[in-house]
């Protein structure tokens, strides 16, 4: 067969099932079941190829016709500048969590902050951490995830793109495992409630590490406790950013306006246009 037929064969069994974008997955998957460039081989569409790897490709389509993610088959996602290793055990990282990259970055600009100390809470892969410790060279880097499994990726995504030393990594719940103070904390908890977990997509549920999206019976539990305990690590005039989930915005608003401790509270929208991240800075006590 040649990759035009096998290509056309792929697209059509996963659209029959309903996958949404299967042209492309069936690209990306025979570019990784063949270790080639996906534009390169799309160039030579009249190309056969060999028996083992025809098999080797149907194994591939089978995995993504029970919804498997294409980045837990691959074992890549691209975030921000660079490729992270996913596997099972951390959540796949979403494009629209590039914007509190975007918001922390756009912080420390306004305010000067050039070697500004950041916590990551629940850092899953490392994306967050990793893409602002990237961009901000003379920060440190604190991250912090539950999951010993998600810190074996996150430490290893943090190895291959050079940033082992500028970010360290600790085990542990929320704040237990942390020391000290930071000029700004992110993260992107867990914000999927009960009601919510049982009608998530099956490519998520299946799949993706249960303790990574589900919050607890309302969405909002975690983002409770980041909210009051983040205050005790937080510099005067620090900044807590929190990505949240589309109809999030006024529950979590109520929260870090209840709390007290917060003033310049705003939301920034991804580029869905859908509520995305809420800041919030520490007031000056006194
Ligand atoms: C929504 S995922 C975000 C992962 C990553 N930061 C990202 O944006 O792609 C939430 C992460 O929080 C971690 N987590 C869940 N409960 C936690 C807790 N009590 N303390 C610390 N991390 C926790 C999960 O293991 C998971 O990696």
Redesign the pocket.
Known sequence: MTIREILNEATHSFEAVGIPSARLDAEVLLAFCLKLDRLEFLKNPETKISKTQLADFKKIVARRLKWEPVAYITGRKE?WSFTLEVNQG?????PD?EV?VEEALNICRTQNLSKPRIL??????????LALARELPDAKVVA????PA?LIVSQKNALNLGLAKQVEFIQ???F?PVNGIFDIIV?????IADREYQELPPGVKDYE?K???WAGQTGVE?YE?LIYQSKNHLNENGWLLL?IGARQEENVRKIMEDCGNYNSIDVRNDYAGLPRVIKGRKKVSG
């Open positions: 975030f951390v959540l796949i990282p979403r969590t509190i990551d809470i629940g850092t899953g892969s490392g994306a967050i951490a912090t995830d539950i999951s998600a542990g719940d929320l237990e993260s992107n908890p867990p914000y590490p303790e990574a999206l975690f406790k990505e």
